[in-house]
């Protein structure tokens, strides 16, 4: 028997392993790329140059807080740029008393396309800013600017808007861009937080802007450009959409983007499609970053780090591609 020493033995047996957990990583890389390969995409390109274009727009404004002058003028770009598209446009605005005691003017933004057709598919995301920094110790008083939360959502939107009047598409769309959500009751101050958020949706759910509305699905977006972002499957949205959840995170996956729709699955939240699914009676999923180990959202979250500086092409392109491939195979 040959005597190996006892460092070169370790040596060896670190290298095999890295070696197999390599294979192994190659494999998995490997099988996604030939999925990919594979799969035919019917969508257009998503341009995310122009997605990052309606984004930076956006926070350029500053922070858009109920109530200032960022937040009208942005509401006056986004309903121009909507119908800039061909989009129908109604803002629907109504008193809306916040958990603090203020009132303000709510602005929801409802956009259509093809009116006429009685299948329809919402798309969510909220375009207002949180008025405090309670993620963090310093300038908690101060509002965000809000890049990934939520200007990203509203930004992918607004290039699939312009891909859907590029392309002549004739389904039923309407894009919800929903105001007041973020303005709710920061954590450990007082009871029955959870319905002091997402404001603007739970008044559209109960006065929606056409009546009796239906749609055959929902797609809500809320933080989606972050950098390392991932999407697992939120639980909310597997509770009460569970085979549109599935087959969005397939869509993901046919495009080679597994590693970033993760298949893992987080506890219940309250974000802007729980009221979607629980009042309006629509089945809606929320894609998320979150991690799906804690049940937190990114590290910027509510801090004055969500700024454009965390703000990844790459995470926007990921995003925006699933869900206008999903849309265009409906």
Not at 35 to 51: G, L, N
Not at 111 to 129: F, G, I, K, V, Y
Request: net charge neutral; aromatic share 10%.
């Amino acid at each position: 028997m040959t005597f190996i020493p006892k460092l070169l033995l370790f040596t060896i047996v670190c290298l095999a392993m890295l070696l197999t957990s390599c294979g192994q990583k190659n494999a998995g890389q490997e099988k996604q790329e030939k999925q990919a390969q594979r799969y035919r995409q019917i969508s257009p390109s998503f341009d995310v140059d122009s997605c990052y274009s309606y984004l930076k727009k956006q926070v350029d404004f500053g922070p858009r807080v109920p109530g200032t002058k960022a937040h009208a003028a942005c509401a006056d770009y986004l309903v121009s740029q909507l119908r800039k598209y061909g989009f129908t446009c109604v803002v629907q605005e109504a008193p809306v008393k916040t958990y603090d005691g203020k009132t303000f003017r709510l602005k929801n933004i409802i956009a259509s396309t093809a009116p006429q057709n009685p299948d329809r598919m919402l798309l969510m995301s909220h375009w207002d800013c949180r008025p405090i920094a309670d993620g963090e110790t310093e300038n908690r008083n101060k509002p965000i600017d809000g890049a990934d939360d939520a200007a990203s959502g509203v930004a992918v939107w607004l290039e699939v808007a312009r891909q859907i009047h590029a392309s002549g598409m004739k389904k039923g769309i309407d894009i919800f861009f929903t105001d007041l959500e973020d303005y709710g009751q920061p954590s450990g101050e007082g009871s029955n937080m959870p319905d002091t958020w997402c404001l603007g949706t739970q008044y559209w759910s109960k006065n929606p802007h056409v009546p009796a509305y239906k749609a055959r699905l929902g797609i809500l977006l809320d933080m989606v450009g972050a950098k390392g972002a991932i999407f697992p499957r939120e639980g909310t949205s597997v509770k009460y959409a569970a085979p549109y959840v599935d087959a969005i995170w397939q869509t993901a996956y046919d495009l080679g983007y597994a590693g970033i729709f993760v298949d893992a699955e987080t506890g219940e939240t309250t974000d802007d499609h729980l009221y979607i699914n629980k009042i309006a009676g629509i089945p809606c999923v929320d894609i998320v970053h979150m991690d799906p180990n804690t049940g937190t959202y990114g590290r910027h979250h509510h801090t004055h780090g969500d700024n454009l500086g965390i703000i990844d092409k790459n995470t926007l392109k990921v995003v925006g591609q699933t869900v206008m491939e999903y849309i265009w195979k409906q």
